[in-house]
């Protein structure tokens, strides 16, 4: 085995058992952060697919914002690690059965395909980053949608401190 | 082919055994001799009240949100400024422009009050 072989199964089994933790923990905070490390084993996975910009895309928006966003959603609820009622319901064995029909199904479609196992070119990839940047305020190239996605975030900004802070007639 | 993340692997490794090997070495070796006060939770000298596990106050949620806006706003302008030297007057412009109007969301932020603490 290359060592790229052995740090994929060593990543893909750390971030699997990460994701059955998540599912599995009473105390919704370590579910959060067993959700970080899985995310992380993802951003790792990008990594070895030689595709670096998505690694810094997974750390910085999941486990720098979604996570966080999380964390402190989790934070706010009552009664975190209170929770002693049965974390699978009655539908756990029919969930479980459909999970394994998918992912057989997954497993046979992808298999049939040649691309599958192809393994990405090792190559010099440090020049996308520049050409992305490059594309994305040419004129002929994104700027327009990177000026919209600026206006989005805009939006998403205000509309955000406009839902939560308190109208000045609710204030104690 | 991918001995610049090597780097990053052995910084995340160092980061975590750097840490963790004196608490191991300390567990191992330190004397243990307890006594209830010594097994008191230690909070800069004062008598812990109630649980760790509290609600925090909402107002948190709104610095949280923030921080989302400008965290994705990074994610586009890092490809811009990694590809900066190569860019044409009219792509810095785009990128500048990009910026003032978020800045501009910030300042919004702060004329509502959203950053102060109330």
Known sequence: ?172 | MHNSWLFIGIFILVAGVFPALPIILFHIFGPKRQTPEKLETYECGMETVGQTWVQFKVQYYIYALIFLVFDVEIIFLYPWAVAFDKLPLLGVAAGVLFIFLLADGLWYAWQKGALEWS
Do not use: C
Request: proline share 3%; net charge negative.
């Open chain 1, 1 to 172: 085995m290359t060592p790229d072989q052995i740090l994929f199964i060593v990543t893909a089994l750390i971030s699997t058992l990460a994701a059955v933790m998540v599912v599995s923990r009473r105390n919704m905070v370590h579910a959060a952060l067993f959700l970080v490390l899985t995310l992380f084993g993802v951003a790792v996975a990008f990594v070895l697919l030689e595709a670096p910009f998505l690694a810094v895309v997974q750390v910085l928006v999941y486990i720098g914002a979604i996570a966080i966003l999380m964390i402190f959603a989790v934070m706010l609820t009552r009664n975190v690690t209170d929770d002693s009622g049965d974390p699978f319901n009655k539908n756990a064995r029919v969930g479980g059965l459909a999970a394994l029909f998918v992912f057989s199904l997954l497993v046979v479609m992808f298999g049939g395909w040649s691309q599958f196992t192809a393994y990405p070119q090792a190559g010099d990839t440090s020049g996308s980053i520049v050409q992305l940047g490059v594309a994305l305020t040419a004129a002929d190239g994104y700027v327009i949608a990177f000026e919209v996605a600026s206006m989005l975030l805009l939006g998403a900004l205000v509309g955000a401190i406009f839902v939560v802070w308190p109208r000045q007639n609710e204030n104690e």
